[in-house]
């Protein structure tokens, strides 16, 4: 009998419980970014903090995470693949255990910033070690395997965390992320193969640091300009001296024998596209991830749970469409299968923007359902197109770009969209809108403090505190409809291509068949 990954029972067996492990940690890293954003206002009335600082609390971790995971997996290739999954696993359980015990906002901050370090690590330890474990088509479904795993943890980390909240307090969030954190430890000590690149040339460690300081201080300035003015010194100065860091880096790769990031890549046009696609959910998606449980909680007074229920409709279409949008390139081609669940996308922002503050949580459901639907086309075919629009021999360089892109890229979404949110929320105050009362104010709505922002602006009442948050939270919506439409065109253009897409849908193919004979 031939098994579904064509490998030898026995080599098989260790082969899957090596998946398996992979596939826990993986489902952990959603988590970690969900339920942070369920349990932000809890946090925020344990922890205290500005609202800087509470915006620091997903930030750090997006920061960190997709900032090194190139370095992390250059690392993975110099000093081993099942070293750097075991060290990283460890820092991501060591730290997220100390999350729950955090005394106060600022070392829960510097925390999460860890976290994000040890999940880059076990992140790209994990998927280098993967691909050495399984050959052909096989690894193919094996990635699509924990993918898929990925989109189990983001369906269901905002219920999950939800729960856990109403039971046991919001410490509680962290002990599911530990427990699968442990799990994939366990097996990846027992089971996994130590392997490393014989020829890998060294880490870029001019081209990490200056990319993560360059994105630092451009987190930084974005998230403290609502409070400050863009006008402010220090906003201006951390601004510039990220691009100043920027330019850095473009030159140090350009320099360097063996870059962090090989920008010849950038050549095709089709592989710019893919970047441009990897950037797609962040704005359409991922924002609203923790938006959306900031609103539901902070500002209209839902219960965990029941903002966790809510946002399944968003995320759910995640656990199955993505492997539709692979078997539609057997009649579509990959462009055209994304732009049109970008578009898809759009309009269930727009739809949602028609649901104000006070809407019933059924109204909200069918909007929130379209963007996930939407959202899951491009998500199931980002990965294969990201290797497929290049050579062959640069399919791992690709991957990492890729990688960080997507990932590094929600974090600078989720700081500028924070950004703008507040800026909109201030602009439609009808109270000292000048002011930096008003200024705070409006950054604390974002951060779902509504208690907070009444006793700053007193002679406003709650009823219009949240019509103005309402308002400007439309206004967003707005926007985030004409960025993922342009995008959403872009793509098209810059992947569209008879031979090309044919290529691209041919690559595609065999891994959505094997997964379908598996």
């Known amino acids: ?190 089971f996994m193969h130590e392997s490393r690149n014989p020829h890998a040339g060294g880490l870029d460690w001019a081209g990490a640091v200056t990319f993560t300081l360059a994105l630092t201080l451009f987190t930084y300035g974005v998230l403290r300009a609502p409070g400050s003015g863009w006008s402010d010194t220090t906003v201006i100065g951390l601004l510039v001296g990220a691009a100043l860091l920027m330019s850095g880096f473009y030159f140090i790769e350009r320099s360097t024998p063996h870059p962090m990031l090989d920008l010849t890549l950038f050549r095709y046009p089709r592989f710019v596209g893919v970047q441009l696609l990897a950037a797609a959910p962040a704005y359409a998606f991922v924002v609203l991830l923790v938006l959306l449980p900031v609103r539901f909680v902070g500002v209209e007074g839902m219960s965990e749970i029941e903002a966790g229920q809510l946002m399944i409709a968003l995320s759910g279409p995640l656990l199955v469409l993505p492997i539709a949008a692979g078997l539609l390139t057997r009649w579509l081609a990959p462009a055209t299968v994304c732009s049109g669940g970008l578009l898809l996308s759009a309009i269930g922002l727009f739809w949602l923007s028609q649901t104000p503050i006070g809407s019933s949580p059924g109204a909200l459901i069918l909007p929130l359902f379209t963007i996930g639907v939407g959202i899951s086309l491009p998500w199931g075919l980002m990965d294969g197109l990201a290797v497929s629009v290049v050579p062959k021999e640069r399919a791992g360089m690709a991957t990492g770009i890729f990688s960080t892109t997507r990932v590094a890229g929600e974090g600078v979404a989720l700081a500028v969209v924070s950004a703008v949110l507040s800026t909109l929320t201030k602009s439609y105050f009808h109270e000292g809108s000048g002011t930096n009362a008003a200024a705070e104010a409006a950054q604390r709505l974002v951060t779902g403090d509504l208690i907070g922002a009444h006793m700053l602006l007193p002679n406003s009442t709650s009823m219009e505190l949240v019509r103005d948050y309402s308002d400007a939270f439309t206004s967003l919506l707005w926007l985030l409809t004409a960025i993922t439409l342009i995008t959403a065109t872009v793509v098209l253009l810059f992947l569209r291509g008879d031979a090309e897409d044919s290529a691209g849908a041919e690559g595609l193919r065999p891994a959505i068949e094997g997964s379908n004979n598996a």
Do not use: Y
């Not at 909240?165 to 027992?190: E, K, M, N, Q, R």
């Open 1 to 190: 009998m031939v098994t579904p990954f064509h490998e030898n029972p026995r080599g098989l067996a260790t082969k899957l419980i090596v998946l398996f492990g992979i596939c826990c940690s993986s489902a952990a890293m959603p988590l970690t970014f969900t339920g942070p954003a369920v349990a932000l206002p809890a946090i925020s009335h344990t922890l205290g903090g500005d609202p800087v600082a509470l915006n620091w609390v997903t930030n750090a971790f997006m920061l960190t995470f997709g900032s090194t995971l190139m370095a992390c997996g250059a690392l993975a290739d110099n000093f081993g693949r099942k070293r750097i999954f075991v060290l990283g696993l460890v820092t991501f359980a060591l730290f997220s255990t100390a999350l729950a015990f955090a005394p106060n906002i600022f070392v829960f901050d510097l925390l999460r910033a860890l976290q994000g370090l040890g999940a880059a690590a076990a992140f790209s330890g994990g998927m280098a070690s993967l691909a050495q474990e399984f050959e052909g088509a096989a690894r193919m479904r094996a990635f699509s395997i924990v993918g898929a795993s990925f989109g189990v943890g983001l369906a269901f980390g905002p219920i999950a965390s939800g729960a856990m909240i109403d039971a046991f307090g919001w410490p509680s969030i962290f002990a599911l992320v530990v427990a699968l954190a442990l799990i994939a430890l366990t097996l990846g000590i027992a």
